[in-house]
């Protein structure tokens, strides 16, 4: 499984961007997807993340309310809409794929983590 994260930016605090993250393969819809971030000092931490079956989500305190996770199986996509961003939002961001069995729940550590994308970038300024 290879993925292909884009949609960062720069944005001024309040605005929003939205991450999506292309999966290659065929196996997209037995992957639960996650969305991690890791700021400058940091460690990598996780944003939010979808059941593979689309029936449950996950999200950080932080972003709750805020950040919505979605995914399209047919074009093998997540998405992270990210609405009324903070300043401390200011991150890498990362999707992940986590091939779990269907009765597994959502897993919030990223070595449960077997894929990743390369990072995409996003700063938020106040």
């Known amino acids: 499984v290879q993925l292909q994260a884009s949609g960062g930016g720069l944005v001024q605090a309040g605005g929003s961007l939205r991450l999506s993250c292309t999966a290659s393969?065929?196996?997209?819809?037995?992957?639960?997807m996650g969305w991690f971030r890791q700021a400058p000092g940091k460690e990598r931490e996780i944003a939010a993340a979808?059941?593979?079956?689309?029936?449950?989500?996950y999200y950080a305190d932080s972003v709750k309310g805020r950040f919505t996770i979605s995914r399209d199986n047919a074009k093998k996509t997540v998405y992270l809409q990210m609405n009324s961003l903070k300043p401390e939002d200011t991150a890498e961001y990362f999707c992940?794929?986590?091939?779990?069995?269907?009765?597994?729940?959502?897993?919030?550590?990223?070595?449960?983590?077997?894929?990743w994308g390369q990072g995409t970038l996003v700063t938020v300024s106040s």
């Open positions: 979808i059941h593979r079956s689309g029936g449950s989500t």
């Open positions: 393969g065929s196996t997209f819809s037995r992957l639960t």
């Open positions: 992940a794929a986590d091939p779990i069995i269907l009765s597994a729940p959502i897993y919030t550590a990223a070595n449960e983590y077997d894929y």
